[in-house]
């Protein structure tokens, strides 16, 4: 296999001893490289995560080297024949010969002047995932001459720290605040159905540039949630909620509300050790809050996980459907989009992170409108929510009073 130097419609999984990625030994110029040709990959270019499937990836031509760039073997191996249990199969085997701990090092995209290079952050049998370190491309020169390869290499020890980590690579802008967009699906559906028909467009690639997290893309939660209204101290208003953990206590949930509905101060504090009986004397003697229980409540809402490829954050798009544990007749449903973290270990900006929010924001609007979900953006909280239910029914239980 020889590069034309275009790269035109293909990429490259490169494979190399792990030992290249965890430092556990030297990097050797007798060390084997292998130079897997595989279709484009990037969902968007340059990309910022980019998956692979074995499965999908066909008949691949493969060039084996050592790291210095002398020629030891070339053939062709089905994409689904690669691995057998994360270990060389068979074909890859009869040219590879003995490569101690062969996996995937990154994935290679190229561009002027050389190549991106995505460093391998997950992998399994199945499939795995790579994330962009360079700023800018690197090696220039046909594949095979390995120019790229210190420069990739030198990119993963600079962030090896971040890469090996058991977190593979998450950090969170902005945080401890909560960014998020409502709107409220009313008449309420059926909120199954609907997480399942907005999941497979995004497996279809209709959100452009966005695609199911990887290996994380939907969640189920069943709660039930203890509200109190905080009307006090001034500095304090919003909301605290007690949600139980299904290991021991409860997780306290506030919020804090300001002018700014869509970025809102939140804090979550796990391992509340106390009663139902005791939330309301919990807030008032510990924390020193005014507070006014609500109607307690339960939850059912279905997380989907939308990753952008090109920058790498990850936002949650909820269906949410809440109904009064006294009065299950009484229902806020509701669709939510919220930023969750960032896979990247390249610097971005909270411009950008917002950004990339509202351009989502935006196809989530004309999704839900064209299917008759909802119209547009609501600032109507589950807070709001109780305390209008609480007016109009003062008859029902509220959170400490069940």
Known sequence: MRDDGTGAGAG????????????????????TIVLVRVPELEVCRPATTVTVSWQTLGLCPVDVRTADGTPLASGVVDGAALWSHAMPGPALRQLVGTAPGLVPLCYLARYPGGFHVYAQIRFHPEDACFVRTTQEPVGAGPVEELRWLRPALTAHSDHGRALNNHRRYFRTHLSGTELEVKYTLDPAPDIWTASMS????????????????YRDEFQINHTENHLFDVTGPDEEIGYASFIPTVTAGHVLKRKWYTEDAFARREELTPGIDVRPDGFEAYLRDELGLEVAPLPAFARVRYDIQCESMGT???FGIFFDRCSLLAAPDIVLSQCEL????SRS??????????????????????????????????????????????????????????
């Open 312 to 314: 790498g954050h990850i």
């Open 338 to 341: 919220e930023y969750l973290r």
């Open 345 to 402: 270990v390249l610097d971005t900006t909270h411009d950008e992170l917002l950004a990339e929010m509202e351009r989502i924001t935006r196809w989530l609007g004309d999704y839900l409108a064209a299917r008759g979900l909802a119209t547009e953006r609501t600032y109507y909280s589950k807070r709001t929510f109780l305390r209008d239910v609480v007016a109009r029914r003062p008859d029902l239980p509220t959170a400490c009073r069940r």
């Open 12 to 31: 490259w999984v490169v494979l190399g001893g792990v030992h290249l990625l965890n430092r556990s030994a030297p990097a050797r110029d007798e060390d």
């Open 198 to 213: 907005l999941l497979k467009a995004l497996r279809n690639g209709e959100l452009e540039g966005c695609r199911p997290e």
